[in-house]
């Protein structure tokens, strides 16, 4: 398995985020969600979908080919 770091961040239901993974690819996502807070703790659960997609993969690059 690759390890990878991914950041985001989120204003209201809206999230996005991207995330490097060892390999040296790049991912990039979206995604909404809600939540309710439970009882009077400060704490909130909740449910999110969201889609993410590489946005570059060293390997697959354009690369030039000698003859």
């Given at each position: 398995?690759?390890q990878?770091?991914?950041?985001?961040?989120?204003?209201?239901?809206?999230?996005?985020?991207v995330?490097?993974s060892?390999?040296g690819?790049?991912y990039?996502g979206?995604?909404?969600?809600?939540?309710?807070?439970v009882?009077?703790?400060?704490?909130?659960?909740g449910v999110?979908?969201g889609a993410?997609t590489?946005?570059y993969?060293p390997?697959t690059?354009?690369?030039?080919?000698?003859?």
């Amino acid at each position: 398995m690759t390890q990878q770091i991914r950041i985001g961040t989120g204003v209201g239901p809206v999230g996005v985020g991207v995330g490097v993974s060892q390999s040296g690819q790049v991912y990039g996502g979206a995604g909404v969600g809600a939540s309710v807070p439970v009882g009077n703790s400060g704490v909130r659960a909740g449910v999110g979908a969201g889609a993410g997609t590489v946005l570059y993969d060293p390997n697959t690059s354009s690369r030039v080919s000698g003859p």
